[in-house]
């Protein structure tokens, strides 16, 4: 299993950014696709999530009507779509993978099985 994140750069506030992963080796149309990130000294916090089957979104509260994930089955793309940035949501960002779904919904790092190298995202002033 294969997932490579891509997008990540230096935005300023307010700006806005796209992050893609694209996953190889898993089966993408019923799986559980997720988005976290993290800074150092910090534990990994959840963006989002989408389960693949039916396009359902899962998002972390501190992210909620700011960041959109979108799926592309036909090219095993998951997408998150960052508006309104803010210099907290400066972090490594990471892509996950959860065939069995639970802990996509639960936004539940721990539980993800597969993981990106993470893109990072620098938000300035």
């Known amino acids: 299993v294969q997932l490579v994140e891509s997008g990540g750069g230096l935005v300023q506030v307010g700006g806005s950014l796209r992050l893609s992963c694209t996953a190889s080796?898993?089966?993408?149309?019923?799986?559980?696709m997720g988005w976290f990130r993290q800074v150092p000294g910090k534990d990994r916090e959840a963006v989002g999530c989408?389960?693949?089957?039916?396009?359902?979104?899962f998002y972390g509260e501190s992210v909620k009507g700011r960041f959109t994930i979108s799926s592309d089955n036909a090219r095993n793309t998951i997408y998150l779509q960052m508006d309104s940035l803010r210099g907290e949501d400066t972090a490594v960002y990471y892509c996950?993978?959860?065939?069995?779904?639970?802990?996509?919904?639960?936004?539940?790092?721990?539980?993800?099985?597969?993981w990106g190298k993470g893109t990072p995202v620098t938000v300035s002033s």
């Open positions: 996950a993978a959860d065939p069995a779904v639970i802990s996509c919904q639960a936004l539940r790092a721990p539980g993800m099985d597969y």
């Open positions: 080796g898993v089966s993408f149309d019923d799986i559980g």
């Open positions: 989408i389960t693949t089957s039916d396009g359902f979104t």
